[in-house]
């Protein structure tokens, strides 16, 4: 999305992508084509504002889950020490009584 200047005129033209290949797309000049870069200068900020929201939230996930992550291994570390003080042993990775 540029603005190109052909001798004393200027020309938007509109970048896209079509698989692999980026597309440019003469807009035109003038008053319409002013509207256009607007228009597309809204979404570009609009798509950002989307992705930054988007990596924010997994940000946040991967926090909570990490925290999920320590309390589980805390009440692994809770229950083996509960078992081990009441008599416990593992045999197979099932917990059985002492006789």
């Known amino acids: 999305m540029a603005w190109i200047r052909k001798g004393n005129q200027e020309y938007y033209y509109r970048s896209r992508r079509q698989g692999s290949h980026v597309i440019s ?9 002013e509207l256009s870069a607007e228009i597309d ?4 900020q609009e798509r950002i504002a989307r992705h930054k ?4 939230r997994q940000q946040e996930y991967k926090q909570a889950e990490r925290i ?11 229950t083996q020490a509960a078992y ?3 008599g416990h042993y593992t045999h197979k990775r099932q917990w059985r009584k002492r006789q």
């Not at 200068?41 to 570009?44: G, P, W």
């Open 25 to 33: 797309e003469y807009v035109g000049n003038g008053p319409l084509a």
């Open 41 to 44: 200068q809204a979404e570009r």
């Open 53 to 56: 929201q988007e990596r924010q």
């Open 68 to 78: 999920a992550d320590q309390v589980g291994d805390l009440i692994n570390m809770i």
């Open 84 to 86: 081990l003080a009441t």
